[in-house]
Every structure is written in structure tokens, then in C-alpha cells.
Antibody, heavy 122, light 110 residues
Framework: QLQLQESGPGLVKPSETLSLTCAVS??????????WGWVRQPPGKGLEWIAN???????YYNPSLKSRVTISTDASKNHFSLRLSSVTAADTAIYYC??????????????WGQGTLVTVSS | QSVLTQPPSVSAAPGQKVTISCSGSSSDIGNNYVSWYQQLPGTAPKLLIYDNNKRPSGIPDRFSGSKSGTSATLGITGLQTGDEADYYC???????????FGGGTKLTVL
């Protein structure tokens, strides 16, 4: 059964870089069928898609975050990562990782990790 | 501000039916498939509907989806108190080359 688990610091200082990892079990991130992505949710607010990546390099980014976001994969550890630079309090959110099906007009996220809360504060 | 527009809240009595709308444009819903997610309080979102109207294994047929033009609709019949959750629509925006979500709809089962 495919499972995803986020990990990373729960507290990041303003202007620093947020780094999260999503460990994938039950499937290989090198699969040619799927993308791997990140979504966030500020406390009490809605979902915001951040980015997704296909093993082998192709990636897509939310235009509003693109200048600050890097998404990458590590096949040796079967995980993928998110880096968000120059964070502010507005980046405080629960960050979810998920497997994404994307192509020919189709897109959906399933399954999702349980999420990890990242707070930006000095 | 979300790209897709959903009503902030809907409510209905147990056993009744409710629909949740999701409005977009030609660059997103108009030319791409829609998915729906259920987020129970304190939990991660869960895929409810994909490809406009398909249900993943394990999702009861009380949940249905449809799409027409640049709008999509989630329907829930036989409402149960356990259906109280936030519901989100999502799709791909071809112009942005990015995923987009609706702002979410809170369902209350009175």
C-alpha cells in the first residue's frame, strides 16, 4: 500500500529556507506514470498547490511561488523534497505531499501524506 | 484568492441531498478534468472524485461528480453526520501550467 510521510523542521525563522522531505513507501518514485507534489494549507484556510515533479526532471511550479521554490527527487532514498526560500509568516501552513496523476487534461492527487505543520517565526 | 470559485458553505439535513458547485474558466475546468477532495476535521484531504465523475475504490456511490462547460458539481446523497467536512475541487490550469483548487466548501449536516 502506497504511503507518503512528510518530515522536516516545525519552526523556521523569517528569511530562512524551509526544507521538507516526503518519504515514499509502497511504490518507487521512479515510476513513469506519476508525478510527486506538494500542497499547503495555512491555518483555517484553503488548499494551495505548490509544485510537482516527474522523476527524470520535468517539474511545474505555482507561478506565485516559483521564484522561491525548488522541488527535487532522490531515487536512492525513494523520497522527494521541497525547498522554499526567504520565508515569511505568510508561509506558515500545513504542508502535504501527495502522488499526482497528470496528463491529457487529467490531474488528481492521491494518496496524501498526513501533513506537517511549519511555523515561520523568530 | 482561489482560481476556482466554490460557495463557502452548504448545509442540509441527514438523509437529504446536497450539491457543491465549482466554477472556473476555459483555461482550467473548461479544458481539463476535475477532481474533488474531502477533508474531515483535523485530517489530510482525501480524493473523492477524479476525471469529473469517477470514484476511487472505497468511495460510496452516494458521492457523484459532473462537469458542464467551465463548471463542475459534487453531489452527495443520503447525507450522514460523518459527511461533515470541507470539500475542495481541483483541476489543472493549462495557461498557468499549474494545479489549482477552489476555496473550499464547508458542509454542515444539520
Amino acid at each position: 500500500q502506497l504511503q507518503l510521510q512528510e518530515s522536516g523542521p516545525g519552526l523556521v525563522k523569517p528569511s530562512e529556507t524551509l526544507s521538507l522531505t516526503c518519504a515514499v513507501s509502497g511504490a518507487s518514485i521512479t515510476s513513469s506514470t506519476f508525478y510527486w507534489g506538494w500542497v499547503r494549507q495555512p491555518p483555517g484556510k484553503g488548499l494551495e498547490w505548490i509544485a510537482n515533479i516527474y522523476y527524470g526532471g520535468r517539474s511545474y511550479y505555482n507561478p506565485s511561488l516559483k521564484s522561491r521554490v525548488t522541488i527535487s527527487t532522490d531515487a536512492s532514498k525513494n523520497h522527494f523534497s521541497l525547498r522554499l526560500s526567504s520565508v515569511t509568516a505568510a508561509d506558515t501552513a500545513i504542508y502535504y505531499c501527495a502522488r499526482m496523476t497528470l496528463g491529457y487534461g487529467k490531474s488528481w492527487l492521491d494518496p496524501w501524506g498526513q501533513g506537517t505543520l511549519v511555523t515561520v517565526s523568530s | 484568492q482561489s482560481v476556482l470559485t466554490q460557495p463557502p458553505s452548504v448545509s442540509a439535513a441527514p438523509g437529504q441531498k446536497v450539491t457543491i458547485s465549482c466554477s472556473g474558466s476555459s483555461s482550467d475546468i473548461g479544458n481539463n478534468y476535475v477532481s474533488w477532495y474531502q477533508q474531515l476535521p483535523g485530517t489530510a484531504p482525501k480524493l473523492l472524485i477524479y476525471d469529473n465523475n469517477k470514484r476511487p475504490s472505497g468511495i460510496p456511490d452516494r458521492f457523484s461528480g459532473s462537469k458542464s462547460g467551465t463548471s463542475a458539481t459534487l453531489g452527495i446523497t443520503g447525507l450522514q453526520t460523518g459527511d461533515e467536512a470541507d470539500y475542495y475541487c481541483g483541476t489543472w490550469d493549462t495557461s498557468l501550467s499549474a494545479g489549482v483548487f477552489g476555496g473550499g466548501t464547508k458542509l454542515t449536516v444539520l
